[in-house]
């Protein structure tokens, strides 16, 4: 039988929580767990009843004795009593306030995973160090004058300067250098949690953004674990901790309930992570309250266990949605919503406070950059832009409040200014737009993200240096978020206001919705009506909850706490029971799905019927049988010979024992680990320890495929071995996808260095190779390009799970690169230095491919000319020995390309392009095509009016990348022998294998090495040349004039 696990919840008491949550005990969920009753205001309420938790027993006693001394000591006279009195009875109406964004930084420690093939890892070096106000962010020299320095109100550094205690929970290191500077999850919930919970129960709204790059600790810093609680946990348990005290102290107080949501925005979708049924849901925009979501699941909510326990579930439901959706949870916005209704005695009149904590973990800020400034004419890019809509408005929202904050605009103008503006005809400029209604999240969250609320950021950064783009990003975003000001105002109306607002707003959406069923039915009629019916059910909704009774909401929590831990078990299962637990590129959905093996057989497949149910590419519909084998152990055997399965990075055709902690694949991106608590005794493991984990799998699988990551110690080979890492599990399920939907195509990677690229400088790059099997075609795409068709491959296979059309034609279809596209045939280099000494130069360049073979040959031209483009020739006699003469003065030249020679057989329309310097605009030939061998006759003038040292030092330096393109002939081929492609694929093996030799040996790749020095010689042969021709003019001419004289002198 196939569970999911639910983690022990660990319930702290007080707040503190360093030293309280260190001692806490693990306590197992359980259906028989009391559930407190929430508090109603009665005082006669029976002691079974209304369950205590234990914080009530410890402060009951204690609360009586404090408030009688207090009052004791308390003696006011009779006149301050009276101004009391008459200070009370005045309705103070909620005021609006503008408020800062608060911006919070918080490092962590390195993320190190051992590697289970025993090669090098290499260790990154730190790129950040920290103060309590100040983030420093050093480059990989590690140079003073280069460090970059960003100051913010709180800095957290958590990235060493700890020690972990028995019990797991990690603590400052008093022995440490940095252990003073430690910031521990209770620190951080201390000097922001508690100012939340304050906010909480004055009635003013709260939002939390937890902002950084996959992996940089935004799920650890909200949640935490087992033994370090993390802030979004703390508050709430800080929150029932209060309530428990409130009730006891607050005599005004008749009536607490918290209501608790959970749900994620993936693809621009809202999705209830508590439902029944995953599905996205539909929203409504109510004219008053803003968007609300239909159908969303909430729970009233009676204790923090409970309370804990639905977050567990609504995160494995995220885990098990991620994981039949094919994606990373990097991709998801999740949002964690509780509201705090409170009912006061004011004046004889029943109060209704509400506050609301939105907290939102959103997406991996790097892809942001995936979707910046897409090309208008790119469909995949624009479909990156849509997909990752939320998180851009997210951070357009912040932005916009940053520029309200730094124009300092009135909210708004008064007449005096609109005169004035009338007269002199000049308007101020106008408020940055604030992006609401441009992605889902934002439209939702309007009010969260600075309409009514405090808001908090906590931008989390990595510290390796590997990550220093991204850091450097995430500082960059969050020094503009810190500027914004935004409006909080508190949120309070009375009961019976409440009830007349209400039902006025149920009447007159009824007399609407007739209206509108008495027209014709257009378009817009019928979604008129849509939305009219769902806030007449709305207002309906919120109406019958200010009627039904509390303990019939609590009931029902109580039975989904109970139907938790009836059908996925309990933390103990996992300590008894050999079991397959997942693992995930994101730690925290990591260990969240098990599937527990017994006696019987466990069948694994995409079939609904089996024990364990995978979907996803590679999956058939039963893959694999995991059983009890003679020994007593458990063993797994692929049901098919096309069943993919591995272990330990090894295919496996067979039956097979597993041991305790093997590595299982199944298809191309199931990732799991055999657990068997009775096989080999373990030390106690801490989930935060570094374990085996989903990169650690992968590199073990890459290793044994004849794959070797570089030994070198550079920042170069670091970064390199990452996006290796990353990419080549991407590229194996795009693989599987391609097959499955019979696409004729196969992916590869392509590694390209700087030179190959045309750039001088700069680190070897991975590129992602396409070859079209159908038309024997190769194009290369960068990681960018292929991550944003990765999206788009995965929705389109997910349309063909759900048995949608998915023929769709070839130039719109993610898979395949369009058969007219220009490809690189090659890159030749165009040094420049010959015009600093305005030589003519005419030669044939090499032109080189991506793999750094020969294919070719372009011919071009440099010449030095005048202002108007005359060409010098050699009686112009314009050579000069020293290029400083030319600071000061113009220098005009033309660049001629010839033709192309010798260039491979199958491309049409080819041109050459090229930028005399990076940055400059490229410059084009003409196509030509019916020829190997083209004739371009191109001719290009340029003219730099003055020159100066920096130009001199380029021409000296650099060279054009000149680069042959062109279009690939369409030959479609009508069969493929089998033999033909395996021999294609064993040479992009071998090609991929000898580039990571290269690699080893300090990235010198290619299979080549081009020399520059070979220009130099050149050009110092063509100086010689002319030095000595001019020293022969210089010789002829003395002789000349010395023959004059002598003639006219002899007698």
Known sequence: MSKISLHSVNEEIFPDRTSSSAKASSVPTKASTPIKRPFTGTVNTKTEIRRFSLASDKILSGLYSQRSSFISKSQLSLLDRAKQRDESRKITLPVEERVPVRVAIRVRPFVVFRSLTGGYLRKPAICVSMDAHEVRLLNSDHSPSRMQRFPFERCYWSHDGFVRLDNGYLSADSDHERGQQYATQGIIHIQIGQEIVKCLWDGLDSTIIAYGESGSGKSYTLFGTAENKGLALRIYDDLFYQSEKRRI???????????????????????????????????????????????????????????????????????????????????????????????????????????????????????????????????????????????????????????????????????????????????????????????????????????????????????????????????????????????????????????????????????????????????????????????????????????????????????????????????????????LSNLSMDPMASDRILHFVFNGDVTVGNDKDNTAVLVGPGIEPIHAVLSRAPSGNIQIEPVSRTAKLLINGHTISKRTELKNNDRILFGSRHVYVYRNPKEEPRTVHFADEPDINYWSAFEEIISNNGIVFSTDNT????????????????????????????????????????????????????????????????????????????????????????????????????????????????????????????????????????RGEPVGFVETELVPCNDYGDEYTEEDNVFIDNPSELVGKNLSFLVKIHCCKNLPKGYTAIYCCYALFPGDERVSTERVSGSTDPEFGHERFFSFKPANESLLAQLADSYAAVHVMGRQATVELAVIRANKEQIARQKMQNDLMQQTNALMEGFRINGREVDPTKQSVIVELLLMKKQQARQSQKIVGELASAGSVSRTTSP
């Open 715 to 850: 920042l170069e080979a670091g970064v390199l071995n990452r996006r290796m890492l990353e990419v080549l599990p991407q590229i194996g399920e795009a693989n599987v996808m391609a097959e499955e939907l019979e696409k004729d195509v196969k992916y590869d990677v392509q590694l390209v260095t700087p030179e190959m690229q045309g750039r001088l400088d700069g680190q070897t790059e991975i590129f992602v190779s396409v070859f079209h099997t159908r038309y024997n075609q190769r194009f290369e795409w960068t990681l960018r390009t292929f991550e944003m068709r990765l999206l788009a491959m995965r929705k389109l296979y997910r349309r063909g799970e759900q048995g949608q059309n998915i023929d769709v034609p070839e130039c719109a279809d993610p898979f395949f690169e369009n058969t007219d596209a220009d490809v690189r045939i090659g890159t030749a280099r165009l040094y420049l230095q010959p015009l600093m000494y305005f030589v003519r130069v005419r030669e044939n360049l090499e032109v080189v491919n991506f």
């Open 249 to 579: 102290t607050d005599k005004d107080l008749l009536w607490v309930e918290v209501t608790f949501s959970v749900f994620e925005i993936f693809d621009e979708q809202a999705i209830d992570l508590l439902a029944e049924k995953i599905k996205p849901l539909n929203f409504y925009k109510c004219p008053k309250t803003g968007y609300f979501i239909q159908e969303l699941v909430e729970y009233s909510i009676a204790t923090y266990k409970e309370l804990a326990a639905i977050i567990e579930r609504a995160l494995v439901n995220r885990a098990v949605h991620a994981t039949s959706t094919r994606r990373e949870t990097k991709y998801g916005n999740l949002v964690l919503r509780l509201r705090l209704d409170q009912r006061r005695k004011m004046h004889n009149k029943e109060l209704c406070r509400s506050s609301t904590i939105t907290i939102i973990e959103a997406a991996g800020s790097e892809l942001a950059t995936l979707a910046e400034d897409p090309d208008s004419n790119d469909q995949w890019a624009l479909a990156a832009k849509q997909f990752n809509e939320s998180l851009l408005a997210l951070e357009g929202c912040l932005r916009a409040w940053a520029a309200q904050s730094e124009k300092n605009e009135a909210t708004t103008v008064s007449e005096e200014e609109n005169q004035n503006t009338q007269i002199t005809g000049v308007s101020k400029p106008s408020k940055a737009r604030v992006p609401f209604e441009d992605s889902v999240l934002t439209k939702l969250l309007q009010k969260a993200l600075g309409l009514n609320a405090y808001v908090y950021m906590i931008a989390t950064i990595a510290p390796e240096d590997t990550s220093y783009r991204t850091t450097l990003r995430t500082l960059q975003f969050a020094e503009v978020a810190k500027v914004g000001v935004v409006t909080v105002k508190r949120n309070e109306i009375f009961f019976n206001d409440l009830q007349k607002d209400l039902k006025t707003d149920i009447e007159a959406s009824k007399k609407k919705l007739e209206s509108l069923q008495k027209e014709e039915r257009s378009d817009d009629v019928k979604k008129s009506v849509e939305v009219t019916k769902a806030l007449i059910k709305e207002y309906e909704k919120r109406m019958a909850r200010l009627k039904e009774p509390l303990n019939e909401r609590m009931q029902a929590t109580e039975l989904f706490i109970q139907s938790i831990t009836s059908t996925f078990g309990e933390e103990g299962d996992k300590k008894r029971l050999p079991h």
